[in-house]
């Protein structure tokens, strides 16, 4: 009786750890599916008009934004009775941002970290970076440091000094364009208002392999994949200072696309019946979530900016 | 019989938590456990100066290398595990090899390999064990001529020595083939298929190649099984400084070569739906270690090297 109580909780903590993610440290947690804010109307004609309008001016009234990927593939802790030594687990994590200040200084950053388990191995690499530019009093000169820590450990900081011309080079060094992982998307969004003001776009879609073109496991077994993608992005109303023109600009977008196994094994005779899943397994999962905001960033200490590093002898 | 025995073990293997592959072994005398998927890990990519060294020293390789220790262990599991069903003529068996190959270099022109084999052949009718020592001499008996002598026993029977190769010595010819160990040309060949290559915790190059297959086993009885074969290769090179050069250079200490076969389901015959395993099971491996060398072996005693057997 007493022995009995006492394996309860050792089969408690079994359980979970055996519920855990391959990775350590690995506390990430996607949103997925399940949009941040309801759509509660259409947009008026009016909303229509000026959110048509920002297409193409709306990037140039932001002032900073960071973006975060999180990939995550499972191929081993999903189906671990079908692995060999080529199936791994894999993480790979990215973290950008991106400011601009009002003393002519733009920061960028970067850190990646991406980690794979094989069934044995574990292979790591980790690299960040801070990539500074300041333009001269004149507007004719840029100045650039990249303080880089890369995959290998090494630490360097180098800068460089380069002709500036605001009218063709701003865009280059200092400007935020969110075409690509946005604004092109927008096309293909259901478009509406949220409870708090902000438009919001959204789209969903849903594809199951078929049966001839199943998810094949590294031993050679087969699997019906779902892959679901979700895209939201929101966007708030501003105003130009100076010519009070309204515009809505992006606070915050999101993507996100699983795969789900939801069959067991494909039977290997065609008239045999497939088994669905109940619950599916997640196979694998790509977040990447932008946030974005007009706010003033002040004036940079440029003092901050770490020296260039001489190289020893 | 042994078929069903095993599959009646199946249901109990599948509740063993966190084990995804059980292994499987008949000779009962046998604790080789291979290292198998296991390798060193990868913690950080090479620094510029690093992969410089590395690449730059590739050729070098071979000036410093004068031993090799060579093991090799292969399993092959058929027999008793698919019992009535094991395929016919060669592969109706199970299959043990040891085998343990030490070569050495010597200053005087001397290579010299002791290799101790151990074959074991199981099944219904078969049960032996071939114990082999093979010793091979590469060596000058002329400045201007080389000979390879073998001496050979199997078992318990008399060592036999003959001459294996002979013929005129060029050093720029023959050297690297007589006294050399290929050691650059399998780095070379390595890094090109390599899936990895990074430093582990020690600043010390690890390249890995993880890759796999699978097939269907054609079985006795018209029966099938699905398998599933990993091959997993690791190589680990050390910073050298060379006594004779200022310039270091990375020297290949240890590789290993790792094949394992698993069944991922019960046998099945035409028609018949395959049933997976929850647990697969490990039907066959082969795994090969290398460990080079690059002490000073000193001279070889050529007095040591035996005389050929007469007719």
Known sequence: ?313 | MRNSRLFNVLPLIVVLAGCSVTDFNPFQEDKYVPVGFQTESIVRALSDDEDDIFEAGITRIDDYITGLEERAEIRRYYSSYFGDYAPDGANDIDYSVSSLNIIKTYENNVKFATQTVSESVLNDYLDYTTEYVLKQWNYLPTPATYEVRRSMQVNDEEVEVVTFAEGAYVEADNYDNLFGYGAANYVISFEMGASAIGMNSSDEIIMLIRTSTYNVLNLARNGFVQVSNSFVNEIKLALYEPEDSDVPLYLPIQAREYIEQRAISEIYHTNEVINYLDTPIVIGFHEVINKWSSANNGDYDLEVIPEITEE
């Open chain 1, 1 to 313: 009786m007493n022995r009995k109580i006492i394996l309860i909780p050792l089969l408690g903590l079994f359980l979970v750890g055996c519920d855990a993610g391959p990775f350590a440290n690995d506390e990430y947690k996607p949103k997925g599916m399940t949009p941040t804010h309801k759509i509660v109307r259409a947009l008026t004609a009016e909303e229509v008009a000026i959110f048509d309008d920002s297409t193409v001016i709306a990037d140039d009234y932001l002032k900073s934004f960071t973006r975060s990927t999180e990939m995550r593939i499972y191929h081993k802790k999903a189906l671990p009775s079908h692995t060999t030594s080529a199936t791994y687990d894999e993480r790979a994590s990215s973290l950008q941002s991106h400011k601009i200040y009002e003393n002519g200084v733009f920061k960028t950053e970067l850190s990646v970290e991406n980690e794979r388990i094989y069934e044995g191995s574990i292979l790591n690499a980790e690299m960040n970076l801070a990539y500074y530019g300041v333009v001269n009093d004149d507007e004719t000169e840029i100045t650039t440091t990249l303080d880089l820590h890369d995959q290998s450990g090494e630490h360097t900081i180098e800068n460089s000094t380069d002709p500036f011309d605001p009218d063709t080079d701003y865009d280059y060094y200092f400007a935020i364009n969110l075409s690509t992982p946005v604004w092109s998307l927008i096309g293909w969004c259901t478009i509406g208002m949220t409870d708090a003001g902000l438009i919001a776009a959204t789209f969903v879609t849903n594809d199951v392999t078929p049966i001839g073109s199943a998810f094949v496991a590294s031993d050679g077994s087969k699997f019906i994949v779902e892959t679901n993608t979700f895209f939201e992005a929101y966007f708030a109303k501003g105003v130009d200072d100076e010519t009070e023109t309204e515009y809505y600009y992006l606070t915050q977008a999101r993507s996100y696309e699983e795969e789900l196994i939801i069959s067991n094994e494909v039977p290997n005779i065609a008239a045999e019946p497939i088994e669905y899943l109940t619950r599916p397994i997640l196979l694998a999962f790509e977040e990447d979530i932008i946030n974005a905001s007009t706010a003033t960033n002040n004036n940079f200490a440029i003092d901050s900016i770490p020296a260039p590093v001489e190289e020893e002898e």
